[in-house]
T-cell receptor, first 112, second 115 residues
Framework: NAGVTQTPKFRVLKTGQSMTLLCAQD?????MYWYRQDPGMGLRLIHY???????AKGEVPDGYNVSRLKKQNFLLGLESAAPSQTSVYFC???????????FGDGTRLSIL | AQKVTQAQTEISVVEKEDVTLDCVYE???????LFWYKQPPSGELVFLIR??????QNEISGRYSWNFQKSTSSFNFTITASQVVDSAVYFC????????????FGTGTRLLVSP
């Protein structure tokens, strides 16, 4: 049972570089989410998707873009990485809105 | 606005002690859902429980129990006879029923259980 898979698990970037984080789920879930986790701040929602082809902004969307071209995949992009985006990123999915979200193992991203 | 407060930043106990993690929430929604997640040192987030606002029954699952009190807007989590494997960060989260149902997390409580 793969569940929610995030790639890569670790990455170090230089300021100004771009990259894409991939989230894949095999549970046929409609809803997918990207969060960031910073020390002492819990998890904060970056962007989310309520179905294939849809995306919406969450609590902290600035500096990020997302795409949901396929139902099973949700991509998070950083166009020009900044040190403030150093964080652990979690992807999650759920079948319906108020059900428990299933989380991936996280991506630890450092921006120098 | 929805808010979750976990006032205990870190708790240290010795194995076999009981420990309660506090969670206080704020919402104007009549219908809402409360969750607890566990984040062990390995980093993944593990779902523990979901409770809706109309179900105030306390729940017990093995050594874990949850006390939901709408009158005090609290959803506390107790671990009985704690074990070293319980060492983790525990997050309480709230989801309202108005508009998009966003999951709002507390800042977490780090539990350290020593042998």
């Amino acid at each position: 049972n793969a569940g929610v898979t995030q790639t890569p698990k670790f990455r170090v970037l230089k300021t100004g570089q771009s990259m894409t984080l991939l989230c894949a789920q095999d549970m046929n879930h409609e809803y997918m989410y990207w969060y960031r986790q910073d020390p002492g701040m819990g998890l904060r929602l970056i962007h989310y998707s309520v179905g294939e082809g849809t995306t919406a902004k969450g609590e902290v969307p600035d500096g990020y873009n997302v795409s949901r071209l396929k139902k099973q995949n949700f991509l998070l992009g950083l166009e020009s990485a900044a040190p403030s985006q150093t964080s652990v990123y979690f992807c999650a999915s759920t079948l319906t809105e108020n059900q428990p979200q299933h989380f991936g193992d996280g991506t630890r991203l450092s921006i120098l | 606005a929805q808010k979750v407060t976990q006032a205990q930043t870190e708790i240290s106990v010795v194995e076999k002690e009981d420990v309660t993690l506090d969670c206080v929430y704020e919402t104007r929604d009549t219908t809402y859902y409360l969750f607890w997640y566990k984040q062990p040192p390995s980093g993944e987030l593990v779902f523990l429980i979901r409770r809706n606002s109309f179900d105030e029954q306390n729940e017990i699952s093995g050594r874990y129990s949850w006390n939901f009190q709408k009158s005090t807007s609290s959803f506390n989590f107790t671990i009985t006879a704690s074990q070293v494997v319980d060492s983790a960060v525990y997050f309480c989260a709230l989801m309202g029923d108005t508009g998009f149902q966003k999951l709002v997390f507390g800042t977490g409580t780090r539990l350290l259980v020593s042998p």
